[in-house]
């Protein structure tokens, strides 16, 4: 049985979360969402989709992933939002971006992880952190359980934030594309390393003369603030605010993922060239 989890994260703790599942689970590979949108890999028994919860539905990457995801006619697709508090309606937005490619959602779970969104005030302290993760641990091993029953699982938040989320998620993603990287700026500890551009799932930073330049297409998932190296990376008056990632995860991790985006994007521009 083949099993395939494919990961979005920014902080780390929708990596985390996915990592902890394909330990689990018999032959799973782990893939990021970010490289396979360039070219999904081939359809397998067992396909996750693990993400977090951005204004209460998932990030624009993930629905252009769906649009893309190959599948099985008897594939059991499954889906794990991380988040603060609530998923809001993205188990909403989820279904609706699969059933537009005629793939079903057989399981949908939601995990808790520490809070890390700067515009909301950042991340909690370690204990707070540290007790949120134990209880994550305890949530994700009871899903891998189901995952290897085939337990027909479908977590859904609470009407009042699902109903919020019909009306917040539309005006975030409206966000994205209007200036929702305007308030990113590097101050003046920069020493210009580049891994913010390096970084970046959707190359949407550039190093210009020695400074960090934003494209205009954020995801806003904050990896370039929360994993520069000199803390120089803030987002209007955020110099105050906790950077966090999760324990379980590393730089290294996001930084391969990013040289396999500019891998695929290589290939492809040869591919398109050829013909």
């Not at 994550?136 to 027909?152: F, G, M």
Request: glycine share 6%; proline share 7%; charged share 20%.
């Amino acid at each position: 049985m083949s099993t395939k989890i494919y990961w979005f994260s920014g902080s780390g703790n929708s990596l985390a979360t996915a990592r902890m599942l394909a330990e689990k689970l018999p032959d799973a590979e782990l893939i990021p969402i970010a490289q396979a949108v360039h070219r999904p890999p081939e359809a397998a028994d067992l396909i996750g989709l693990v993400f977090p919860v951005y204004a209460f539905g998932p990030p624009a990457l993930v629905e252009t992933f769906i649009n893309k995801l190959q599948v099985k006619p008897d594939s059991y697709v499954f889906s794990v939002s991380t988040c603060a508090v609530t998923a809001g309606s993205t188990l909403h937005f989820i279904r609706r971006a699969l059933r537009k490619r005629g793939i079903r959602l057989n399981a949908a779970w939601t995990v808790r992880q520490p809070e890390n969104y700067p515009p909301l005030g950042g991340t909690p302290g370690l204990k707070s952190q540290e007790r949120t993760h134990a209880k994550a641990d305890e949530k994700i091993a009871l899903i891998a359980q189901a995952l290897l029953s085939r337990t027909a699982v479908i977590e859904k938040s609470g009407l009042f934030w699902r109903l919020a989320g019909l009306l917040i998620y539309p005006s975030f993603r409206f966000f994205e594309k209007h200036g929702a990287d305007r308030p990113f700026r590097a101050d003046q500890s920069c020493n210009s390393c580049g891994i913010c551009e390096k970084l970046c799932p959707v190359q949407n930073i550039e190093i210009r003369n020695g400074q960090p330049i934003w494209l205009g297409h954020c995801e806003q998932c904050f990896a370039c603030f929360h994993w520069c190296p000199q803390n120089a990376v803030q987002y209007g008056w955020s110099s105050w605010i906790r950077r966090y990632h999760h324990p379980r995860t590393s730089l290294s991790d996001f930084l391969q993922q990013h040289q396999d985006v500019e891998q695929q994007a290589i290939f492809c521009r040869g591919t398109e060239a050829r013909f």
